[in-house]
């Protein structure tokens, strides 16, 4: 008896498409990428967390490094633009351009690059999640 | 201006910080929920113990 041939399963919405989607997502907006994934809890805690770091941040009067003239200053630039739209949204506004003169503000300067790197961190978790690294 | 104690900063530093790395590191929800409070107690601890060892270098 010729058994028939079975029907690959379904592949769920979130696994089609460019793969690099929720890399792309997660980077500009912190949690799309898990959104997109349908890992809704996970995406708002990190979204929660990046955005709160960030805005607190900014709120401590935290510099936006806006240019690179010295390796600490491109370094610092790096970790900003981890934040990805927040980063362009806060230089757009004209957010964290006062030089910092208080111990506070260098340490809002210290949670905003920390944010962006923690966005990096979350971004490459729902590429792992899409490439089935990570379950 | 938003200007916290550093004990503060501390706190919603390694909360946030614990957060992302808990979700990200681990897999299960237990797992996560574990690794993200043992680097919270790790961040908040560290800071503490080089603290009383900045405290006594200074003295």
């Known amino acids: ?135 | 201006m938003f200007s916290p104690s550093h004990f503060t900063a501390v706190l919603l530093f390694g909360l946030f910080a614990s957060t992302v790395f808990g979700i990200t590191q681990r897999e299960t929800p237990k797992r996560m929920f574990r690794y993200g409070l043992y680097c919270f107690c790790l961040f908040v601890g560290s800071a503490i113990v080089l603290s009383w060892v900045m405290y006594l270098i200074a003295r």
């Open chain 1, 1 to 135: 008896m010729a058994s028939t041939p079975s029907k690959p399963a379904p592949t769920a919405p979130a696994q089609q498409g460019f793969v690099f989607l929720p890399l792309i997502a997660g980077w500009l907006i912190p949690g799309a990428g898990h959104f997109l994934l349908r890992k809704w809890g996970r995406g708002a805690l990190l979204a929660v967390s990046i955005v709160c770091m960030f805005a607190i941040g900014l709120a401590m009067q935290g510099k936006l490094y806006s240019n690179a003239h010295d390796i600490l200053e491109i370094l610092g630039l790096l970790g900003d633009l981890g934040s990805g739209l927040l980063y362009l949204v806060g230089r757009a506004m004209g957010l964290g351009t006062d030089s910092v003169q208080l111990t506070v503000a260098d340490w809002g300067t210290r949670f905003i690059v920390v944010a962006g790197l923690l966005n990096v961190i979350a971004a490459v978790d729902a590429h792992n999640l899409r490439t089935g690294r990570k379950s």
